[in-house]
């Protein structure tokens, strides 16, 4: 029968293996998966089903990944094609569109979390800068960057699908434009009132760490918090600072001093850069004193206690020391060692702003590694809060490992 040939492939699972989809978990693991019917392409659609057949959801074939199969949908009535993945793009937009009042840095669509896997689409002023991670998204592409531009008006597309992840789905690395005018070497945004020039052909991630947004932002309140309780201009300590994203928010808000630390030249080269367009450490009571240390941070850390140094506030940003858990404990030990050396220079009563983006760190499992650090240092912390990514980074319920970026803020006792 015509009606049957045309019927998409489908993934049957092993038995008892149908549980995390009805969770409406969106991914289907390789080990889960007793046999391929049909032949799909690598990104085809193909239909998931339990091992008695029933339909559990629709997915992307991804033969060459441990990620077998990437869920669009778990509704058997939906209709998978360039209308729905453009429909879902625009409401990915329009969920954003109150946040174009504080910023014109935001990221337009995070992936699974606005129902779309392997698509990344961030908005730097009128560029639209979009990362293509699964195979699935790949064969939707030019329909995604139609609705993309559509929704925002935006004329101007660089594309940053340069990321590792993509040899596991058999796709090649690419970077360059897609539509419109190459952008400019430096691209201007602005956020909370703070500028900052972003490389979005070179730069980390897709040229800004925009999930930071509302921690800069938080870092700024506890600058002016710490002075109008003791009256003085706090000294920060911002490590592994890339382009000094919260060195600028932490000056602008009135710090007295920011000690910036990173071990990539480049990095520091654009955060001066960006001090200046602020006009550099202008903060509200007079300017502030910017350094830009390039440096190990674990190496920094131990000499700056050596030599008796003491901040107010310290921020630790490091990048991503776990990239799977096999590297869990390794990670684990260096995450206390940078923690156990920022308290160690903290002030009674200063903060901790302590970050982690390792996904594979629970935010459990963090909590326990920095409580370590804090019992080996002698100092007593207050939890003040539990920090996160912002509302443009959404995260499923269905999928905890969506959050990857996780913080604490700590108070020294
Ligand atoms: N906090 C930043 C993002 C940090 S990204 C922001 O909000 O924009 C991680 C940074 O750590 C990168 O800039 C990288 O150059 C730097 N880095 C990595 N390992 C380092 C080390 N051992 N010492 C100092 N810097 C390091």
Same mark, same amino acid.
């Given at each position: ?38 032949? #799909? ?64 840095? =935001? ?9 779309? #896997? ?46 590792? =992840? ?106 001066? @850069? ?8 202008? @903060?509200?009571?007079? #300017? ?64 901790? =702003?302590?970050?982690?983006?390792? @996904? ?47 913080? =604490? ?5």
């Amino acid at each position: 029968m015509a009606a049957h040939l045309a019927a998409p492939p489908a993934l049957l699972l092993k038995p008892g293996k149908e549980r995390s989809l009805e969770r409406r978990h969106p991914w289907v693991y390789a080990a889960a998966v007793a046999r391929v019917e049909g032949e #799909p392409d690598n990104g085809a659609l193909v239909s998931v089903r339990g091992a008695d057949r029933r339909f559990l959801a629709w997915a992307a074939f991804s033969p060459a990944s441990t990620i077998r199969a990437r869920c669009w949908s778990f509704d058997e009535a939906a209709r998978i094609d360039g209308d729905w993945v453009a429909a879902r793009v625009e409401a990915a937009v329009a969920r954003r569109q109150a946040l174009l009042e504080s910023t014109s840095a =935001l990221r337009l669509v995070f992936g699974e979390g606005d129902g779309l #896997p392997g698509l990344v689409a961030d908005r730097y002023g009128s560029t639209l800068v979009v990362q293509f991670q699964s195979a699935g998204m790949e064969s939707h592409r030019d329909r995604a960057i139609d609705a993309l531009c559509a929704r925002t008006g935006c004329a101007d597309v660089f594309d940053r699908s340069d990321v590792a =992840l993509r040899a596991r789905e058999g796709l090649p690395e690419r970077s360059g434009v897609l539509r419109g005018n190459a952008p400019p070497a430096l691209v201007r945004v602005h956020e909370h009132g703070v500028a900052y020039d972003v490389d979005v052909r070179r730069g980390h991630k897709t040229g800004f760490y925009i999930d930071q947004r509302e921690n800069r932002r938080r870092l700024a309140e506890l600058v002016q918090e710490h002075v109008r309780r003791t009256g003085r201009r706090p000294r920060v300590l911002n490590c592994f600072c890339y382009t000094g994203g919260f060195s600028i928010a932490a000056a602008l808000a009135g710090a007295a001093q920011v000690l910036s630390v990173d071990s990539s030249a480049d990095a520091l080269a654009l955060a001066a @850069g960006n001090a200046r367009i602020n006009g550099t450490g202008a @903060g509200p009571d007079g #300017p502030a004193e910017l350094r830009w240390d390039c440096a190990d941070v674990f190496e920094r850390l131990r000499e700056l206690r050596e030599a008796g140094e003491r901040f107010d506030i310290v921020v630790l940003d490091p990048p991503k020391f776990a990239t799977n858990q096999h590297q869990v404990e390794r990670a684990a030990r260096a995450y206390k060692d940078i923690n156990l050396g920022a308290l160690r220079l903290l002030e009674p009563g200063g903060w901790l =702003l302590s970050f982690s983006c390792s @996904g594979a760190i629970e935010v459990d499992l963090f909590q326990k590694i920095v409580a370590g650090a804090i019992f080996d240092a002698g100092s007593d912390c207050y939890l003040r809060a539990r920090l996160a990514a912002g509302a443009d980074h959404p995260t499923l319920m269905t999928l905890p490992e969506g959050e990857y970026l996780k913080g =604490l803020l700590l108070e020294r006792v």
